[in-house]
């Protein structure tokens, strides 16, 4: 397993460009924002309970799937766990609210083409390859290192 470091240190290769820093500043949240959008879309079954109450904030795909991330994070540091366990709540409070006032299926849809059109733009300034291009795990390290970029937490060169 790469250290923190490691992953950041290869993540930022291909991130050296300032336009394209900027751009991923905007793009990744926003795509990541989307995903749990999407995955908070899928149609979920109450879970059974005494009082009969459903509750979406926590029944629904992006919580399931945020907690077998978690465990990602976790195995890089407990800080990075709290961060990213933090940046999941705001997500999944946002789309929340998101989906009480448009349909959240195609919002979601459509901030995640949205994003992706910018972050393959800011590739295409940077003249280099996604890093998930090499390794599909890059796209869990992309929100971290924009924390970790923003927080002047890890220098990249």
Not at 60 to 84: K, P
Not at 105 to 126: P, R
């Amino acid at each position: 397993m790469k250290t923190a470091k490691q992953w950041f240190d290869e993540y930022a290769v291909s991130h050296q460009n300032k336009t394209n820093q900027i751009v991923h500043f905007i793009c990744v949240p926003i795509i990541f924002f989307s995903v749990i959008g999407l995955l908070m879309s899928i149609p979920t079954l109450p879970i059974e309970n005494t009082l009969k109450i459903y509750n979406p904030l926590v029944e629904n795909w992006a919580v399931v799937i945020g907690i077998l991330i978690s465990f990602f994070y976790l195995r890089l540091g407990f800080w990075y766990f709290l961060e990213m366990i933090l940046v999941l709540l705001l997500c999944i409070i946002g789309n929340f609210w998101l989906g009480n006032n448009v349909q959240l299926l195609y919002a979601s849809i459509c901030i995640f083409i949205v994003g992706w059109i910018g972050q393959f733009w800011g590739h295409k300034i940077e003249g280099k390859k996604p890093s998930f291009a090499k390794d599909l795990q890059f796209l869990l390290i992309g929100p971290l290192w924009v924390i970790q970029k923003i927080g002047k937490k890890e220098k990249t060169k």
